[in-house]
């Protein structure tokens, strides 16, 4: 006879893994500079590593998704648990390029293992009010979680602690949720109204495809600058950490409080602010310097921090019929986006630096003007969206007029 579903425990320890997926995107973003020296890696193969994450991340949430009435969250969170322990591990002792893809590529494959298992887990094991307050709460744990990994990369890096240390750090939590999940009792997943195949032809929607191009851009506009802001950043006078640990606390406290502007605004209506938002924070990160750059930060945060639950919200809200399998890949989609601009954004570091130093800029200078260059050139993303979401907030607002 199996034991009561302890539905709260199930939770705590989906956040625990949540914590390991930001901790594996904070606390690596922190030790990029450190893996390019002591591995000598260039900015395109340090981006190729970083694209492996994102690689992993849609593989695994798209399989998942498709697989989870079959299979259950429990072997899914199984699989999850065996991907990141022996990705961080192989992390820890990588001596080469080719080991540190492979290591990566197994914790993207966790976490998305992990993103394909709890979300509808907690589905399954709450129903009304309490399910949606549940869904916040644990989504605030990947932006809560990079703040906190955030600071303790700071923290390691300034002790000049090996790179090697801060990765055992994201062992800890994924300990944690494998002791919380053992041996319980997990819900049994509930049929989905719509079977694959109709949530394949219902993604054949011209809506849902342009909101795929959409998200495509919302994730490379949030995750590009915050995946290099070491690189990026530090030389520009403020602590790239101290920036991320910045931009990702005030993106938990925005999507706790979202409920009311989105209800005032609609959801294409904070879409379109988001990206005027991004665009201006992407543009004073790219010109400011010292302490302005916190400031920078802040309203680059106030943009980006509801793109992707509001993303996710329009596809729920206006293409229903493409179901829970529709709202994987579109989260697939963005972090499929993040993997192929990777070493794109790395090479665009390497190429601005060179040109700096054509122009007789060496050393801190140069890669100060590399960076700026760079965020520069990813002023793209958002300047594309803006046009995108005004003419989505405007064809809603015509078509409700009708």
């Known amino acids: 006879m199996s034991q009561p579903i302890n539905a709260n425990r199930l939770f705590l320890a989906s956040c625990f893994a949540l914590i390991t997926t930001a901790f594996s995107f904070s606390i690596r973003a922190g030790i990029l500079t450190q893996l390019g020296t002591e591995l000598s890696l260039d900015t395109v193969q340090l ?39 022996i990705g961080i591990l192989t992390t820890i002792f990588a001596s080469s390029y080719n080991v540190l893809l492979i290591s990566t590529l197994l914790i993207g494959i966790g976490n998305g293992c992990t993103e394909a298992a709890c979300n509808p887990m907690i589905a399954d094991a709450y129903t009304g009010n309490e399910f949606h307050k549940k869904m916040n709460r644990f989504h605030m744990w990947f932006p809560g979680g990079i703040v906190l990994g955030s600071l303790i990369s700071k923290f390691m890096t300034d002790a000049a602690l090996p790179w090697q240390a801060q990765i055992w750090v994201i062992l800890i939590p994924t300990v944690i949720y494998a002791i919380m999940f053992w041996g319980q009792t997990f819900p049994q997943p509930k049929a989905d109204a719509a079977s694959p195949l109709a949530s394949f032809k219902a993604m054949l929607n011209p809506l849902y495809l342009f909101m795929a191009a959409c998200m495509a851009l919302t994730a490379i506009s949030e995750f590009g600058p915050q995946n290099w802001v070491g690189p990026i950043l530090a030389k520009a006078g403020a602590s790239p950490m101290l920036i991320l640990a910045l931009v990702t606390g005030v993106m938990a406290v925005g999507r706790y409080f979202a409920g009311p502007l989105v209800e005032k605004l609609n959801t294409a209506g904070v879409l379109l602010g988001s990206a005027i938002f991004g665009l201006i924070g992407i543009y004073m990160l790219s010109t400011m310097g010292g302490s302005m750059l916190y400031v920078a930060a802040f309203v680059y945060a106030l943009g980006i921090c509801y793109f992707w639950p509001n993303m996710l919200g329009y596809v729920g809200q206006h293409l229903p019929q493409t179901g829970a399998l529709g709202l994987s890949i579109m989260g697939g989609i963005g972090m499929f986006s993040s993997s192929i601009f990777q070493p794109i954004i790395g090479g665009w570091i390497k190429s601005n630096k060179t040109v700096a130093e054509a122009k007789g800029l060496v050393g801190d200078a140069a890669d100060l003007a590399a960076g700026q260059s760079t965020l520069s050139n990813m002023l793209i993303f958002p300047a594309i969206l803006i046009v995108a979401f005004a003419a989505l907030y405007f064809f809603g607002r015509k078509a409700k007029q009708a």
């Open 47 to 85: 981006g190729t590593i970083n694209s492996m994450w994102f690689l992993g991340f849609p593989i695994a949430m798209i399989l998942g998704g498709i697989f989870y009435a079959k299979i259950g969250p429990k072997l899914i969170m199984q699989l999850a648990f065996v991907a990141h322990a």
